[in-house]
Nanobody, 123 residues
Framework: QVQLVESGGGLVQAGGSLRLSCTVS????????VGWFRQAPGKERGLVAA????????FYTDSVKGRFTLSRDNAKNTVYLQMNSLKPEDTAVYYC????????????????WGQGTQVTVSS
């Protein structure tokens, strides 16, 4: 069973930075993607950013382009989400998830999820 563990959330002032980590327990699949989702109170969970593990192709939703950056460390089976210039509207629980294949923006395919980490941005 694939497990994902997130870390790195916390409280930061607007304009600050945080780095989230998502460690995947095993690389069982030959092709997969890791996505970062977020859910704010009263809102639906949405895809923020995603990366294909093999090719490193990335996706960012418009609201985070230029502020958030994905990277991966193959040796550590870890994906990082560097979040800069944080805004109060970025406040949410952030989840990482994994799906087989490279269709990283197809959200229905994400079948393995982490427990979530809270990010709070104060104004």
């Amino acid at each position: 069973q694939v497990q994902l563990v997130e870390s790195g959330g916390g409280l930061v002032q607007a304009g600050g930075s945080l780095r989230l980590s998502c460690t995947v327990s095993e690389r069982t699949f030959s092709s997969y993607a890791v996505g970062w989702f977020r859910q704010a109170p009263g809102k639906e969970r949405g895809l923020v950013a995603a990366i294909t593990w093999r090719g490193g192709v990335t996706f960012y939703t418009d609201s985070v382009k230029g502020r958030f950056t994905l990277s991966r460390d193959n040796a550590k089976n870890t994906v990082y989400l560097q979040m800069n210039s944080l805004k109060p509207e970025d406040t949410a629980v952030y989840y990482c998830a994994l799906r087989r294949g490279s269709a990283m923006t197809l959200v229905t395919g994400y079948e393995y999820w982490g427990q979530g980490t809270q990010v709070t941005v104060s104004s």
